[in-house]
């Protein structure tokens, strides 16, 4: 079967950098996304993996291990509008279809 | 604005009772996805379906289905509803089949079932 774990909760200090986790257990592994949803939204993509490494795009970077079944999202210089649910999410091929399973979300809360 | 649309925004409705919610997906987008999101939970994909045709299948109940017409919209439909189908309905679009990693979703359906 196919599972993701990552924190339900983290909270920061505005300003600092915080590290969401995700490690997952999947069969046709592709890729590793990260989504963020503020409350009553809709997800909206921040980055996708599918090489080991890190990518960063602005204050939000993404990283990979395929080796280890891993992948974190970090964000520097946390605003008060980073707070929200990031959910990690799989992109996995069966056959010959693609499915994204989405993890349970981390509850970010940043405070002043 | 993702560019995909859903309508109800919103909808209110009696157990036992049949709905259905409607998706646009962005101009050019072939493959359309359906998502529940249950309260303080993450996101259970339900199916997608590829230029009308069913493409892939998640988590979806046998009272629910869905269909993808040749304007490339998309229905689902839930029927004999219970008070556990009350839930955020999102549904997402992409360009191709699913190798496309970023999904574009839609504002929600809030289904709350009484």
């Known amino acids: 079967g196919q599972s993701l774990e990552q924190p339900s909760e983290v909270t920061a200090v505005e300003g600092a950098i915080v590290q969401i986790n995700c490690t997952y257990q999947?069969?046709?592994?592709?890729?590793l996304s990260w989504y963020q949803q503020h409350d009553g939204g809709a997800p909206t993509f921040l980055s996708y993996?599918?090489?080991?490494g890190l990518e960063e795009t602005g204050r939000f970077s993404s990283f990979l291990s395929r080796s280890d079944s891993y992948g974190y999202l970090l964000l520097q210089e946390l605003q008060m509008k980073d707070s929200a649910s990031y959910f990690c999410?799989?992109?996995?091929?069966?056959?010959?279809?693609?499915?994204?399973?989405f993890g349970s979300g981390t509850r970010l809360l940043v405070r002043p | 604005d993702s560019g995909v649309t859903q309508t109800p925004k919103h909808l209110i409705t009696a157990t036992g009772q049949r709905v259905t919610l409607r998706c646009s997906p962005r101009s050019g987008d072939l493959s359309v996805y359906w998502y529940q999101q249950s309260l303080d939970q993450g996101l259970q994909f339900l199916i997608q379906y590829y230029n009308g045709e069913e493409r892939a299948k998640g988590n979806i109940l046998e009272r629910f289905s869905a269909q993808q017409f040749p304007d490339l919209h998309s229905e689902l439909n839930l029927s004999s509803l219970e008070l556990g189908d009350s839930a955020l309905y999102f549904c997402a679009s992409t360009l191709g089949q699913g190798v496309d990693n970023e999904q574009f979703f839609g504002p929600g359906t809030r289904l709350t079932v009484l």
């Open positions: 999410a799989v992109l996995s091929r069966m056959d010959s279809s693609y499915k994204l399973i």
């Open positions: 993996n599918a090489l080991d």
């Open positions: 999947t069969s046709g592994f592709y890729g």
